[in-house]
Structures are given as structure tokens and as C-alpha cells.
């Protein structure tokens, strides 16, 4: 099918002005032509669409969603949209669980150690904070992330904590199929993990979450709780975002 940029517009509900803007960064371009002369956008242009808006969803800023695309097959790229969001529904679902825990307790249960255990096992804001004012104090992340981070109370550290977990499980659950560090899927994941980083904490490029991957390896700390998804995972998780 094609459609004028009118009719896409009305259908996507996307205003013709952000389409023209689109069209004029060379990011969803109308590939086609009427007989009349106007411009038209065919299937291939309203599944890049598709995928520009997804890549929005998840932070991602259209200079990057461009190199996304580029580096990726439409296929390959449609592939990696559906490990997201995958993990996004994990993320939700222990979210919701989460909630349900807490629900149960306001209405009076008694608290339980396991309620405590799935709600904060394996996350501590403060565990590495002195260490990281001495070590990045001064940069500019560092900065930004405390900047964030001072107005959040529990319910934002229950959605970070839920949010990571869900990209770690995600990660291991790759590992263990044996995927490899360059599937798509496990591409996926990796552009997740630096778009969690970013929402919270601070803006992640590709560099910095090379840094952090150099770290879970080389700090046994940081390796010790990431393995507690699954022996390897650290290795595992530092080798994918190194094929970037």
C-alpha cells in the first residue's frame, strides 16, 4: 500500500509536521511517487516508522535511532524491537508483582523475609557510594546521576531495581540458549541496558557502557552480583557490548 503523508498522519495519529521533520533529517523518507507528483510512503517506509517510534519509547534520540537502523537489516531490527519489548513485559510483570507484595502488606499481611528478599535482593544504592564520589565525582555523569537520583524515594528504586532485573534476566536467559554476544536478540538487550542507564541515571553512550562492561569484569563485586543471574553472565554481558 502508500499513503500521502496526510493519510499516514491520520492514521498513525503522528502530526504531518513531525512526519516533514522525519522526511527533512532523512530518517522516514517517502520512498514513492502518485501519478499526480506527491510523495508517497510504501510498506517498507511505515515499518521504519514503526521502528523509529519504538526506539523513542525507549529514550533512545533520533540522531542514535539513525544509527540503529543503518547497522541493522529491517528484519534484524524488527527482531531486536521484540526482544525489548519482551524484556519491557518482564520489567512490568516483576513491577506488578511488586505492587501486589506491597498491596498485601498495606491491607494488612504480615511482612515476610522473602517479600523484603524480592523486593530489594541484589540492590543497593549506597554500597558503592563513597567509592564512586572518590572515583567519578568529578565527571560530568557522575553529576547528573546524583542530580537525578536525590529526589527518588521507593517507588522509583522499586521501578530501577525492577527494570534491571528484568534486563538481567533477560541477558541470562539468552546466555543459557547459547545465543551468541552478536545475536540480534542479545543486540536487543544491550541497547535496553543503555536506555535504562540513561532514563535513571545519567545519558550512557556507546563509551561509557563499554566502561561499565570492563568493570563487571574486572571488579569482583560487581561480577559477584551479576553472576547471581548466572554463572558467566558478567563475561557474558561484557562481551556483547563490546561487539558494538
Same mark, same amino acid.
Given at each position: 500500500m502508500a499513503f500521502t503523508v496526510g493519510e499516514l498522519a491520520k492514521l498513525t495519529g503522528i502530526t504531518v509536521r513531525t512526519l516533514h521533520h522525519y522526511d527533512q533529517i532523512g530518517l522516514v523518507q517517502p520512498s514513492?511517487?502518485?501519478?499526480?507528483?506527491?510523495?508517497?510512503?510504501?510498506? %517498507?517506509?511505515?515499518?521504519? &516508522?514503526?521502528?523509529? &517510534? &519504538?526506539?523513542r519509547e525507549l529514550g533512545l534520540p533520533l540522531d542514535q535511532i539513525a544509527g540503529v537502523l543503518a547497522a541493522h537489516s529491517p528484519r534484524e531490527a524488527l527482531a531486536k524491537h521484540r526482544e525489548t519489548l519482551v524484556a519491557k513485559r518482564v520489567q512490568l510483570d516483576a513491577m506488578l508483582a511488586a505492587l501486589d507484595t506491597a498491596l498485601a502488606i498495606e491491607e494488612g499481611r504480615p511482612m515476610q523475609p522473602d517479600d523484603v528478599k524480592t523486593m530489594f535482593d541484589g540492590f543497593d544504592p549506597e554500597k558503592y557510594a563513597d567509592e564512586a564520589r572518590e572515583r567519578w565525582g568529578s565527571t560530568d555523569a557522575y553529576k547528573e546521576s546524583a542530580r537525578r537520583t536525590k529526589s527518588y524515594g521507593k517507588a522509583e528504586w522499586d521501578a530501577i531495581k525492577a527494570e534491571g532485573d528484568a534486563v538481567y534476566r533477560r541477558f541470562a536467559e539468552l546466555m543459557n540458549e547459547g545465543a551468541s554476544p552478536a545475536d540480534a536478540r542479545v543486540r536487543g538487550v544491550v541497547e535496553a541496558h543503555r536506555a535504562h542507564i540513561?532514563?535513571?541515571?545519567?545519558?550512557?553512550?556507546?563509551?561509557?557502557?563499554?566502561?561499565? %562492561? %570492563?568493570?563487571?569484569?574486572a571488579d569482583p563485586r560487581f561480577?559477584?552480583?551479576i553472576d547471581k543471574y548466572g554463572a558467566g553472565l558478567a563475561q557474558f554481558i561484557h562481551d556483547a557490548v563490546l561487539v558494538l
Open positions: 514513492d511517487r502518485s501519478d499526480a507528483g506527491y510523495r508517497l510512503y510504501g510498506d %517498507a517506509d511505515v515499518l521504519r &516508522l514503526q521502528q523509529v &517510534l &519504538l526506539y540513561t532514563r535513571w541515571f545519567y545519558p550512557c553512550t556507546v563509551e561509557i557502557q563499554k566502561g561499565l %562492561a %570492563a568493570m563487571y569484569v561480577t559477584e552480583n
